[in-house]
């Protein structure tokens, strides 16, 4: 077996995660959500195989609030990017959903230091195995 560093990568992934989430509370840039949640399903991914090549349970869902609600930002974010390349777009609904990304957002800056607390918790709780389990399990795996 060869010794893996996915505790490491798992800690840059908590560290990035912590990072956009303060980026975004600074500058409201969308990009920084955007790479939060993809962030967010690496994390999720790396656990998915852990759990399933060495049989135990590594659990998330505390993390899961903090992808839903960049999510729903993004979502409107995405919808208005889409209606500003219309010329036709409606300006009503526009501000509409201009207001409800200003809302969610404030939401969303509100909550970061419980984020953070909930990303810190979760990354003194997380710990894989230091080495990778036989091949043969790994092709297993992606085989299935």
Same mark, same amino acid.
């Given at each position: ?16 995660? !912590? +990072?956009?989430?303060?980026? $975004? +509370?600074?500058?409201? &840039? ?7 949640? &993809?962030? &967010? ?9 852990? +759990?399933?090549?060495?049989?135990? *349970? ?5 993390? *899961? ?22 010329? +036709? ?11 409800? !990304? ?27 195995? !230091? ?8 092709? *297993? $795996?992606?085989?299935?």
């Amino acid at each position: 077996m060869k010794k893996i560093l996915f505790n490491y990568y798992v800690k840059d992934l908590l560290n990035s995660i !912590e +990072q956009n989430l303060l980026n $975004y +509370q600074k500058k409201g &840039l969308p990009e920084s959500l955007h790479h939060l949640r &993809l962030d &967010l399903k690496n994390l999720n991914a790396i656990l998915s195989f852990s +759990q399933n090549v060495y049989q135990k *349970k590594y659990d998330a869902n505390a993390l *899961k609030p903090l992808f839903d609600d960049a999510g729903k930002i993004r979502e409107i974010q995405m919808s208005m990017q889409i209606l500003a390349s219309i010329p +036709q777009s409606r300006v009503r609904l526009m501000n509409k959903l201009k207001k409800k !990304e200003n809302n969610l957002s404030l939401k969303f800056i509100q909550n970061i230091s419980k984020y953070i607390r909930r990303i810190r918790n979760f990354c003194k709780n997380v710990c894989l195995p !230091e080495k990778l389990p036989d091949v043969k399990i790994i092709k *297993k $795996y992606f085989n299935d």
